[in-house]
């Protein structure tokens, strides 16, 4: 039997290929398309503006694979959180945060990572592999299966209205993937997230940021995590690699290219490390030096068995951010949701590898 191929993940040029390849004309390729993404079809025999034959023949060639869902949690303040296997048995995780009449689904891009954080669950799990563009996009198609939002809501109705890249990897390791199926997820004939709905988060892989957001339109989050790189290598050793006046160099060229765009800085807040009110004084120089324009999420750290760091106490992160505050740098506290479920990066997966294990 011919190996059939997989259609979630292909361009819309490559599927438009796909079937000129088969001698259809290119509207076949947009119908195909609404089918897969705006109308979330799974079954050639019901996408019905179709002929038998068409119909037919892409069921012999072609296939339309969702992530299996392996286990669903939901927590008591109704953020969801799935582990999802894909074809090969390799698992990630992905979380549904909903907030007032809307919420982000954050996706994972990689199995593991590579980058090592210190702090990270997900980077003591080292990299296994990138995913495919089908998987990162196939993941916010399970969470969409889940809430029933197919055919595709308008941006005011939908409850799944954003996307943060925010889950288990290195987005910016993986970066055509990643470029691939977010312009999937943002085209606006399909699953049509806006693309100023979709924050992508990276540890600093300096030569892609600018590249990929460029590609893609998204927004950007950094993982800042310190105000200086003494601090910053020894929480993150990728430092070393790219400091931090090289990443906020890229950072403004970012806003260069685009005034308006806002970069969020995440900053885990650790007890002892780099909590200090002097540390909340250096970012806000830091921020003047590179003139950007940037707000802040403080994230209380969620430790982990075997973790050397705990979280900063809560009179802590307060003053740190009345410090960024009064600078005129917006710096909420990001609310440790779903606690119950352990919704904290990477630590579902790893649990049940422990059980199963
Ligand atoms: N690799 C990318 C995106 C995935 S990590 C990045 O690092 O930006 C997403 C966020 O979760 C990062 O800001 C990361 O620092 C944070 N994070 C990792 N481990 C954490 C923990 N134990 N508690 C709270 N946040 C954590
Ligand atoms: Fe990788 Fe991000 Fe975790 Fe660092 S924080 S190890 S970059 S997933």
Request: aromatic share 8%; hydrophobic share 35%.
């Amino acid at each position: 039997m011919v190996e059939k191929t997989e259609l979630i993940g292909l361009s819309k040029t490559e599927l438009e290929q796909k079937l000129a390849d088969m001698g259809e004309k290119p509207f076949r390729a947009k119908q195909l398309w609404q089918w897969l993404y705006f109308h979330g079809e799974t079954d050639f025999d019901k996408m019905s503006n179709l002929s038998k034959a068409l119909r037919q023949k892409l069921k012999e060639h072609f296939s339309i694979t969702r992530p299996k869902i392996v286990t669903e949690q939901l927590s008591k303040d109704k953020t969801r959180k799935w582990l999802l296997e894909f074809q090969d048995g390799q698992r990630v995780e992905m979380v549904y945060i909903p907030e007032d009449g809307r919420g982000a689904v954050c996706l994972s891009t990689q199995v593991g990572c590579a980058v090592g954080c210190r702090f990270c669950h997900t980077g003591s799990q080292k990299l296994t592999r990138n995913l495919t563009a089908g998987e990162i996009v196939g993941q916010f198609m399970v969470a969409r299966d889940t809430y029933g939002e197919w055919p595709s809501p308008t941006d005011e109705t939908r409850y799944l209205s954003n996307i943060v890249v925010m889950g288990m990897g290195e987005p910016l390791h993986n970066p055509d993937n990643v470029i691939k199926a977010l312009n999937i997820l943002t085209d606006g004939d399909g699953i049509a997230i806006s693309r100023r709905r979709v924050t992508m988060s990276t540890s600093g892989i300096v030569p892609k940021i600018v590249p990929v957001l460029q590609a893609t339109g998204v927004r950007l989050a950094v993982s800042l995590h310190a105000p200086n790189n003494q601090i910053r290598s020894k929480i993150m050793p990728i430092n070393d690699r790219y400091p931090i006046e090289e990443i906020l160099k890229a950072c403004r060229e970012y806003q260069n290219n685009d005034g308006s765009r806002y970069i969020t800085f995440e900053y885990l807040m650790l007890d002892g490390l780099n909590d200090s009110l002097e540390n909340a004084r250096e970012l806000v120089m830091l921020m003047k030096k590179y003139k950007l324009r940037a707000s802040f999420n403080l994230i209380p750290f969620n430790p982990w068995p075997g973790c050397l760091f705990k979280p900063s106490p809560s009179g802590q992160v307060k003053a740190f951010a009345d410090i960024l505050e009064k600078a005129g740098f917006a710096a909420p506290v990001r609310v440790a949701r779903g606690q119950d479920i352990l919704a904290a990066c990477g630590q579902l997966k790893s649990q049940k590898d422990k059980i199963e294990a």
